[in-house]
């Protein structure tokens, strides 16, 4: 079939990396299997342009990633080579590749093998003999993690194999030991990166006892990064078991833990389960002379913006006032419901909310939109805030104003400018509509 067919055409779409066009073009038959003008399938072009959506188009249209080319390879087994583990998921699909034969299988697990400990430039070197110095890029693989691309002698391959290999050996089901795949996740101390989130992620899908065990062992190991690891997996494991079991055995290992750490994460993490001792915890590091750690606290010293106890709200208002800008914001956000502490609050924010920095000033506009104090002085700040450079933070002073119907919300409106993309369904935005919606309604009565 010529280029202008539906082969031909699903040539173009998969050489332009459109992913939505190859899926149409396979709906009406087009053959997934088409080979492009190198004469290999246009799943191989996919893969050797790192283009996971299109080649997840395709496996799911039907091509074979088995496939054995005339060089004896196959599509996957380039997808492995390639080392991005985006683009190899995407061709592994999602059906069970326990059908592989054995031997297939275990060649696989050889080539993956060998470029994780061989080491990507290296392996490069071998293969092209280059003796000059590998160049790295930073890279991201998908829509939430990076690797490392590395280019050396005219070859480029991204330094994914750690992630790959986890991936096939849970494919495969071989039961790699857990302090093994932890030491493969540190080696990049980094949760974005592919190796570490693809170990996370495969450790939660072993839900043995043991597995567990051997995760939260290393919490009480002295690098910071093994214990921000089991962090990480306790975090993703809650995501995906509800269980009222897990959740118990989870919180009650951060009750303990807490009480040992001194790391802000910690109580970060601690403050999403809602076990019994939260709060004493919480009262326990409220003086803790490092700033990162009492950040965490007033989360853990109140339920629904509202302080748990006399004890909670005292320790809260000390935070109110604490000497670090950002804990005297989260005090703020944590108690921003607390009416006996409302007083304090609102000076802090007025505060917060001239501070040069944007990371604190944007937050602490945001708690005063919301607050409810209605008095002139926090309209009078949001309205001081519609010239501020960040488009965010005029929204977010024109939403106070509009709920507080001050009259300058019609200027705060316009002041706001266009919003683009990504606003249509945002609540502040909302309520400006809905307050000019009212004002002209007013102005017809």
Not at 122 to 128: A, D, G, K
Request: hydrophobic share 40%; aromatic share 6%; with cysteine.
């Amino acid at each position: 079939m010529g280029e202008g067919g539906l082969d031909g055409r699903l040539r173009s779409a998969v050489r332009a990396g459109d992913a939505e066009a190859v899926r149409e073009l396979l709906n009406r038959g087009a053959d997934p299997d088409a080979v492009d003008t190198s004469g290999l399938p246009v799943l191989c072009v996919a893969v050797a342009a790192y283009d996971a959506p299109v080649a997840e188009a395709l496996v799911e249209g039907g091509a074979d990633p088995d496939r054995v080319l005339p060089d004896g390879t196959t599509p996957l087994w380039r997808a492995v080579d390639g080392g991005s583990p985006a683009t190899f998921s995407a061709v592994l699909g999602k059906e069970p590749r326990l059908r592989l034969p054995e031997a297939a299988r275990d060649r696989l697990l050889a080539l993956a093998r060998s470029w994780y400990e061989t080491g990507v430039a290296e392996e490069l070197r071998r293969r092209t003999g280059a003796p000059g110095p590998a160049t790295s890029v930073r890279v991201e693989d998908d829509e939430y993690d990076w690797v490392t691309q590395i280019s050396l002698g005219g070859l480029v391959v991204r330094a994914g194999h750690g992630a790959i290999l986890t991936s096939l050996e849970w494919t495969f089901r071989v039961l790699t030991p857990v302090d093994e795949l932890i030491a493969r996740a540190l080696e990049q101390p980094d949760e974005e990166h592919v190796v570490w989130s693809t170990v996370c992620w495969i450790l939660t899908q072993r839900r043995s006892f043991e597995t567990w065990s051997a995760v939260v062992a290393h919490r009480h190991d002295a690098d910071r990064a093994h214990r921000l690891f089991v962090l990480d997996y306790l975090r993703t494991r809650g995501f995906l078991d509800t269980s009222r079991y897990y959740e118990k055995q989870a919180s009650e290992l951060l009750a303990v833990w807490a009480t040992e750490e001194t790391d802000g994460e910690v109580l970060d993490t601690f403050t999403e389960y809602g076990h019994p001792d939260q709060e004493a915890i919480g009262l326990r590091h409220a003086g803790h002379p490092d700033a990162r750690v009492r950040r965490e606290v007033p989360y853990a010293l109140c339920v629904d913006d509202v302080a748990r106890s006399p004890a909670a709200r005292s320790a809260l208002l000390a935070l109110v006032h604490d000497p670090a800008a950002e804990v005297r914001l989260r005090a703020c956000q944590a108690g921003l419901r607390d009416d006996d502490l409302l007083p304090e609050i609102t000076p802090a924010l007025l505060s917060l909310a001239e501070a040069p920095d944007a990371g604190l000033r944007g937050p602490a506009a945001e708690a005063l939109a919301d607050s409810r104090d209605r008095t002139p002085v926090v309209a009078d700040a949001l309205a001081a805030l519609l010239g501020d450079d960040s488009q965010l933070v005029r929204l977010v002073a024109a939403y106070g104003l509009a709920l507080r119907d001050d009259p300058r919300t019609a200027e705060a409106f316009e002041r706001v400018g266009p919003l683009g993309d990504g606003f249509e369904h945002d609540h502040r935005a909302d309520e400006l509509w809905r307050w000019k919606w009212r004002q002209e309604n007013s102005a017809d009565e």
